[in-house]
């Protein structure tokens, strides 16, 4: 017998969370589920700048004017004039209001606010240079009071229950389709149970991991992507892969982390190993530039000079003091590597960070199958086009958690007790470590070297093949060790690059973080 909830929800970030919170408020009983051990395993927790509000002299028309500009001119009207209007107020009532994040203040008790790249104003709420990590702290404890809300951790979705392919009565296969909730892996215990929900809200965050160079954390292995292609779900933009300017970049250390943009909107400068700034060569704008012209301006600068990674220095803009002061995390995490960044500038490199594209929703947050909401990263609501605009994304998980919790308040749609099948394959264990690391080396090189911040016909066209034979060789060993979180990740991030190389081989026009070096004039 399948357990029954008001709500699933996939993913625990701020757009899982915060959801669970609002559908709570209006009494619905909430599970959510996270793969990891905490809620501190998420993109939030992780985010360093902050969340757009609203500067002095700022309106919600010059926000949609900077997010527009940014995407390029291809972010979806509606959706940037709606998260405009919406988002701001909503991170004062929710945010500030409500779940009381400690956001700075001054002196006079007026906000602190950091400026970035392509914002015409300083508009970006923070604490210190460890944001995400505040908020999170705030939602945990929120959720905590709440026993309308379950947390389940170290709990994998493996599938999404849809009513054409999962339900015992044929007739379903004739209507709309609809998701019904999800088989999940307890993988401490190792059982697979379905969970049915009224409705299923997918915020499982990005895809960073199936590239060599990223700024999110081990998690993102773009399961929400390959669930949501699983079910029949439409999938958009998927070629628009953010890539940000500046990781922290040690030679022979994969695991890189990031240099807020926040860094450079105080002042800090890109520069070449001479300490030359370049920035001005490729944008008015120079280093706050909108971020996928600095991103292919730094792996323009590698390239020529035939180096590994450029510098971003604070020195020259701030006093040791105010770095310390300003960004304790950053200085703590690079001296930790050996760079003290009030005396040196910070080795940094262009790295996987945000995809823009997803799970295609309205405004709502609704897909095309009913009952299935994508909210925050995993979805593409349009908001970010072919380029997003930095410190939207928090902004953008917070509206549209609130935005789906009002739509399923609305609808009334009772569930049906439908039977459904069994989950269809049989548990085992991982495959040694080894195969599986080999395999993902692979993938994320070859994602990085092909389908990376400038691709062409024939790269696409060898990741296409490369990544069918991966696929190959996971469904062998899918075969020989049964299904386990570890290997079904892998599958994941196989299906999710596929996702983004096919998208990118169809797209010939360079727009945004799409770049093609054999790109149709525009
Ligand atoms: C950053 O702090 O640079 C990241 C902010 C963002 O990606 O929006």
């Known amino acids: 017998m399948a357990e029954f909830y008001d709500a699933l929800i996939i993913g625990g970030g701020i757009a899982g969370a915060s959801a669970a919170l609002f559908l709570a408020e209006t009494g619905h009983r909430v599970l959510l589920v996270i793969k990891g051990d905490s809620l501190e395993k998420t993109n939030t927790f992780q985010a360093q700048g902050g969340i757009v509000f609203r500067g002095e002299n700022d309106s919600w028309e010059r926000l949609a004017q900077d997010i527009v500009k940014a995407t390029d001119f291809t972010a979806f009207i509606p959706t940037v004039r709606m998260v405009s209007k919406m988002g701001p107020p909503l991170v004062k009532r929710a945010l500030i209001e409500k779940w009381q994040v400690p956001f700075e203040r001054d002196k006079e008790g007026k906000w602190d606010l950091f400026q970035e790249g392509a914002h015409s104003l300083r508009r970006i709420l923070h604490v210190k240079d460890h944001t995400g990590q505040a908020i999170q702290a705030a939602l945990s404890q929120a959720i905590a009071e709440k026993p309308l809300i379950e947390v389940r951790k170290e709990t994998f979705v493996l599938e999404l229950i849809t009513s054409y392919q999962h339900a015992f009565d044929f007739q379903s296969r004739y209507l709309s389709p609809e998701c019904l909730g999800a088989f999940l892996l307890n993988t401490q215990a190792g059982e697979v149970y379905p969970v049915l929900a009224r409705s299923t809200f997918l915020a499982t965050g990005g895809l960073g991991e199936i590239y060599q160079y990223t700024s999110g954390g081990s998690w993102n292995t773009g399961d929400g992507f390959a669930l949501a292609y699983r079910a029949g779900a439409n999938l958009r933009n998927m070629e628009f892969v953010q890539f940000h300017p500046t990781l922290f970049y040690v030679p022979g250390q994969e695991r890189t982390f990031l240099i807020s943009e926040s860094v450079r909107g105080e002042g800090g400068e890109l520069t070449d190993h001479q300490g030359k700034p370049f920035m001005s060569k490729y944008h008015p704008l120079g280093s706050l530039a909108p971020r996928d012209v600095v991103a292919r301006a730094v792996f323009k600068e590698m390239k020529a000079n035939k180096i ?214 525009l």
């Not at 971003?312 to 701030?318: F, Q, S, W």
């Not at 490199?349 to 009913?370: E, M, Q, S, Y």
């Not at 070859?446 to 190959?472: D, I, P």
Request: hydrophobic share 40%; charged share 20%.
């Open 308 to 521: 590994n990674w450029v510098y971003l220095d604070l020195t020259r803009a701030l006093s040791p003091a105010k770095i310390k002061d300003t960004f304790p995390t950053i200085y703590e995490r690079c001296l930790s590597r050996g760079i003290d960044i009030t005396k040196q500038p910070i080795p940094v490199i262009p790295g996987a960070h945000f995809a823009c594209g997803g799970v295609l929703t309205d405004t709502f947050g609704r897909t095309n199958l009913k009952r299935l909401y994508a909210i925050g990263e995993v979805a593409c609501s349009g908001l970010h086009g072919a380029n997003r605009l930095a410190s939207t994304s928090l902004l953008e998980g917070l509206t549209f958690a609130y935005r789906a919790a009002r739509d399923f308040n609305r609808s009334q749609n009772k569930l049906k007790q439908l039977g459904v099948l069994p989950f269809a394959y049989h548990l085992g264990s991982p495959p040694p470590n080894f195969m599986l690391e080999n395999l993902k080396q692979t993938l994320k090189m070859l994602m990085w070297h092909n389908v990376g911040l400038s691709r062409h016909k024939e790269g696409l066209t060898q990741a296409m093949e490369l990544l069918g034979l991966l696929q190959k060789e996971v469904l062998v060993l899918q075969g020989r060790y049964g299904v386990s979180a570890p290997l079904w990740e892998l599958i994941n991030q196989i299906t999710t690059a596929q996702l983004v190389t096919e998208s990118a081989w169809k797209n010939r026009l360079s727009r945004g973080t799409h770049y093609r070096s054999d790109s149709l004039p």
